[in-house]
């Protein structure tokens, strides 16, 4: 494969050190970076060396269709020489379809579209606020553990007090309780409450899930008080689990009264709905589907015609080879697999499902991380000693194999 960066290995680890001194000197250091890549095919990439990865991260479960996807290049190179970006004064009719697609996946209802996980949740807490308003209703309950983005609310929203150190005063109107319990939840709810958002499956928080009853009752919960039910699919959506969301699949084999009609009010999604290209959505329930009139939110580039012709091509992809059915399968094969090593390498535990998978570790999940680099495999360290499993939903049965190979031998 021909090399990005080029030159023969001295030139080029000269560019990959070049390259970290132009970060040192003009990069915020705003993140802990390890390899200089050049470039990715599949589920590799290579590093400056010419050294090739096994990328289980998936760019942080963003990759959806893998690296340099030719369908996505394509779809790309046609988009961009048609039309680019247009302004939201203006309908686009890729836009108008994917918005369409992404409702027939979920129920009755309407798109928002915006550029990243952090603004999709930006654009549930102002529904929550919008909604609640007239009625006195502003705080917003979430989970100990969470993670929601960056943004001031982003953080104020998390439940890790580490995200929010230096950044005081927080934004106010979040309230944090524990993860899976229904009578914190119900204990915190006041007159204040607008409503309630949680992860179906927490990612950065280490990869457990939410159990069918807590998501039955908060449901419940939630009407009962008659306040809004978010959802941050950012990084557990967008068919990981082998389901479009992952409610639908923890939720798929419940016979808890209330399951198979369990629905929220807005569903934010972002991460591998662009494969890449930076795109974040929310789906709101029609009954909350016109709140936001002109001039109540928006984004620039929120929908342009060049990202909702790539996440149009990724969803053909996914629906067309059936990347759901497959991820569902590579996964399973991938926790069978981890499984047979728990209590042996330092591994106490797998969890997950589908493409989110978390291998905990007794010591240091950042370490592992590292080690494993070096051997090859690129994995996502999270909260809690966790090592994350976020591969490309076209991920196949080999690559399974071999990241197990490179880890049985490493750890
Ligand atoms: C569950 C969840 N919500 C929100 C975000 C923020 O998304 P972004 O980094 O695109 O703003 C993330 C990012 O990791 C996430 O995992």
Redesign the pocket.
């Known amino acids: 494969m021909e090399h990005v960066l080029g030159g023969n290995r001295q030139e080029l680890q000269n560019k990959a050190e070049a390259v970290k001194n132009l970060y040192a000197g003009f990069v915020v250091p705003s993140y802990k970076r390890s390899l200089v890549l050049s470039h990715g095919q599949g589920m590799y990439v290579w590093d400056a060396d010419g050294k090739r990865y096994l990328d289980m991260g998936g760019g942080?479960?963003v990759n959806s269709l893998g690296h340099s996807n030719p369908r996505i290049a394509e779809t790309l190179a046609q988009q961009a020489g048609k039309l680019v970006h247009v302004s939201n004064l203006y309908y686009n009719e890729q836009q108008a379809i994917l918005a369409q697609r992404l409702v027939s996946h979920l129920a009755p209802g309407k798109m928002f579209f915006c550029n990243?996980?952090?603004?999709?949740?930006e654009c549930q807490y102002k529904l929550a606020r919008k909604v609640g308003n007239p009625k006195g209703r502003f705080e917003i309950v979430t989970a100990l553990n969470?993670?929601?983005?960056?943004t001031l609310a982003?953080i104020a929203a998390t439940g890790q007090d580490k995200v929010r150190v230096g950044f005081e005063p927080t934004v106010s109107g979040f309230r944090h309780v524990p993860y899976n319990n229904l009578e914190a939840v119900r204990a915190a709810i006041t007159e204040q409450t607008a409503a309630v958002l949680i992860?179906g499956i927490q990612?950065?928080g280490g990869v457990t899930a939410a159990t069918p009853e807590y998501l039955v009752g908060l449901r419940k919960l939630t009407r009962e008080h008659g306040i809004l039910l978010l959802w941050?699919g950012?990084?557990?959506g967008y068919f990981r689990t082998g389901r479009f969301q992952s409610f639908q699949r923890i939720l798929e084999d419940s016979a808890i009264s209330g399951a198979q009609e369990f629905l929220p009010d807005a569903v934010?999604m972002?991460?591998s709905i662009g494969g890449g290209f930076p795109m974040?959505a929310v789906w709101i329930r029609d009954e909350f589907a016109d709140v936001f009139q002109p001039g109540s939110h928006g984004t620039t580039y929120g929908g342009t015609p060049l990202a909702c012709a790539v996440a149009n091509c990724v969803l053909d992809e996914i629906e067309e080879k059936r990347l759901d059915e497959n991820i569902r399968k590579q996964g399973e094969y991938l926790i069978s697999r981890l499984a047979s090593l728990v209590g042996s390498r330092g591994i106490n535990a797998v969890r997950g499902m589908g493409g989110i998978v978390g291998l905990a570790l007794e010591s240091d999940a950042a370490e592992a991380a590292t080690k494993l680099t070096q051997a090859g495999l690129l994995l996502v360290p999270a909260t809690g000693n966790v090592l994350r499993f976020l591969p490309p939903l076209n991920m196949g049965k080999a690559h399974v194999d071999e990241a197990l190979e490179i880890i049985e031998k490493t750890l």
Do not use: L, T, Y
């Not at 990243?116 to 949740?121: L, P, R, V, Y």
């Not at 969470?146 to 960056?150: E, K, N, Y």
């Open positions: 942080i479960a990243s996980g952090a603004e999709a949740n969470s993670f929601h983005g960056r982003g992860e990612g950065e941050d950012v990084q557990c934010a972002a991460k974040g």
